[in-house]
């Protein structure tokens, strides 16, 4: 059964400093992987979606790497924000024919002014 | 639409009622899917839809749960005699095909008294 940890569960840092969210998997057979950000008593939204055939995506200041190897990703934000402050999760998908997303519980993360 | 919308956002419903969470997927998505998700944990999966017809429900916890997509686009969530235990945020995604990214909507905050 694929498990989904993320690490470390919160993290409070000040503003400006570099990042990394962790995430791995029990069973490496990872088809793709997306992560989302959460804000309070809102839904998901997409951040990065890593393809198959891809082993990383970047967008603005957020760069997600997948070590299918080794079954991990890490999300790195940069020059991090108040405004980043959020719910951030990882999800994979078993196969190129599930929908099931399985899901890491998630990092918080507070960014200090 | 623009995006996933779901109604309604929040219901209180007393414990034994019956309870319709609606669903309506971004225009053209194909694949739809259910989750849960309770307070600090990641979303748990609990059914995905492939146009009209179930392609996995492995995840709903009970026979009191069941899940419609008749025309391939809304999807209707049913949960009968409702628990306390029901309590959480229930999500919707759509997806343009399987493992394709899913987008989600803000959710219904079901609360069972």
């Known amino acids: 059964k694929q498990e989904v940890t993320q690490i470390p569960a919160a993290l409070s840092v000040p503003e400006g400093e570099n990042l990394v969210l962790n995430c791995s998997f029990t069973?490496?057979?990872?088809?793709?992987l997306q992560w989302f950000r959460q804000d309070p008593g809102k839904g998901l939204t997409s951040l990065l979606l890593?393809?198959?055939?891809?082993r990383e995506q970047t967008s603005g200041r957020l760069n997600a790497s997948l070590d299918k190897s080794s079954g991990r990703s890490t999300l790195y934000i940069a020059a991090s924000q108040p405004g980043d402050s959020a719910t951030y999760l990882c999800?994979?998908?078993?196969?190129?024919?599930?929908?099931?997303?399985?899901f890491g519980q998630g990092t918080t993360l507070q960014v200090k002014p | 639409g623009a995006g996933v919308s779901q109604t309604p956002s929040n219901k209180v419903t007393e414990k034994g009622k019956y309870v319709e969470l609606r669903c309506d997927p971004i225009?053209?998505?194909?694949?739809l899917y259910w989750y849960r998700q309770s307070l600090g944990q990641g979303p748990e999966f609990l059914i995905y839809?492939?146009?009209?017809?179930?392609?996995?429900d492995s995840g709903l916890p009970n026979d009191r749960f069941f899940a419609v997509r008749p025309e391939g686009s809304v999807s209707t969530l049913k949960i009968q005699r409702t628990e306390r235990g029901d309590s959480a945020v229930y999500l919707c995604?759509?997806?343009?095909?399987?493992?394709?990214?899913?987008?989600f909507g803000q959710g219904t905050r079901l609360t069972v008294v």
């Open positions: 995604a759509s997806s343009p095909h399987p493992a394709g990214g899913a987008f």
């Open positions: 069973d490496s057979a990872i088809y793709n």
């Open positions: 890593i393809q198959s055939s891809q």
């Open positions: 999800a994979g998908h078993g196969s190129s024919n599930t929908g099931k997303l399985i």
């Open positions: 225009s053209g998505h194909t694949a």
């Open positions: 839809f492939q146009g009209t017809g179930a392609a996995d």
